[in-house]
């Protein structure tokens, strides 16, 4: 009698033990905290304003690159060679401008939005580490690397996002 209670009780405690140390698991989906954040969406749209800005500008410089090369395809004839060649110059030189312009624009735009992504990112990873505090979890996977199990608190991250 005396080693059936010793061995149900170890059982017991066992299991007790057992589930004191369960890890609590749980995944957010990165790409629906990102579209459904209010933070990001405005991020996106003063992004995509300062592109509209740029492609305005670079429309325009081009029109007029367009504009010089009909002037020189119109009077090509009538002009001197000389005139003729400075203006064909003056489209090089403009024309070289303008394509280092569009690369730089270019390369200005992927660098903001390269560090906006990241700094909303960073959001993201903060509000998920004080939904994982409040709500105990051990630990919080990104959705596309858990294969199963785990709660979703997407929308738990989203709403303190929303709200902060």
Known sequence: MKKIFLMVF??????????????????VDIDKVSSEYEGAKKAVAKLKDKLENEKKSLTAKQKELQDLQDLIEKDKTVWSKEKMNNMTDELKSKTEKFQAEYADAQQKLQDEELAMKSNILDEIRAIVQKVAKEKGYDYVFERTTLLYGGDDITAFVIKKMNEE
Do not use: D, T
Not at 10 to 27: K, N, T
């Open 10 to 27: 170890g059982v017991l405690f066992f299991l007790s033990a057992a589930r004191v140390y369960a890890l609590q698991v749980a995944y």
